[in-house]
């Protein structure tokens, strides 16, 4: 049995006595340790794309209007639209929406309209140009 592992660390030989014939066999095992040491590894997890700023705090703060006011109004906790507004949690649609309503202004406002940049809102400068 000395002379069994005498082989590199990559593979292993184990002699085993076969009981019935008194022979001894030899069961060779390979060990590829990069191979295990892969399938032991956990999967990649899918990365979560970054939160987008949105436009909330301004028409928000346009409309002059607290949070703890705007949260009231929609139904969602200050802390939810405290995180919302700093980019901490994103929102549901129906939240975007309710929150959209609240402050007069059309949810794609909200995400990519800046109150100070178009007043009247995205949607009548659309139909200004387009007229």
Same mark, same amino acid.
């Given at each position: 049995?000395?002379?069994?592992?005498?082989?590199?660390?990559?593979?292993?030989?184990?002699? !085993?006595?076969?009981?019935? &014939?008194?022979?001894?066999?030899?069961?060779?095992?390979?060990?590829?340790? #990069?191979?295990?040491? #892969? !399938?032991?590894?956990?999967?990649?997890?899918?990365?979560?794309?970054?939160?987008?700023?949105?436009?909330?705090?301004?028409?928000?703060?346009?409309?002059?209007?607290?949070? #703890?006011?705007?949260?009231?109004?929609?139904?969602?906790? #200050?802390?939810?639209?405290?995180?919302?507004?700093?980019?901490?949690?994103?929102?549901?649609?129906?939240?975007?929406?309710?929150?959209?309503? !609240?402050?007069?202004? &059309?949810?794609?406002?909200?995400?990519?309209?800046?109150?100070?940049? &178009?007043?009247?809102?995205?949607?009548?400068? !659309?139909?200004?140009?387009?007229?």
């Amino acid at each position: 049995m000395e002379g069994a592992f005498s082989r590199p660390k990559i593979s292993a030989q184990v002699k !085993v006595l076969d009981g019935l &014939h008194g022979q001894t066999k030899d069961v060779q095992r390979q060990f590829n340790m #990069t191979k295990r040491s #892969t !399938v032991l590894q956990k999967p990649p997890q899918d990365v979560p794309e970054p939160l987008q700023r949105t436009f909330i705090a301004e028409w928000r703060e346009h409309r002059r209007m607290s949070q #703890t006011t705007l949260a009231e109004a929609v139904g969602l906790s #200050t802390a939810t639209i405290s995180q919302i507004e700093n980019v901490k949690t994103g929102y549901k649609q129906q939240h975007l929406e309710a929150i959209a309503r !609240v402050l007069k202004v &059309h949810p794609i406002d909200l995400l990519v309209c800046d109150p100070g940049d &178009h007043p009247k809102g995205i949607w009548t400068t !659309v139909k200004a140009i387009l007229a």
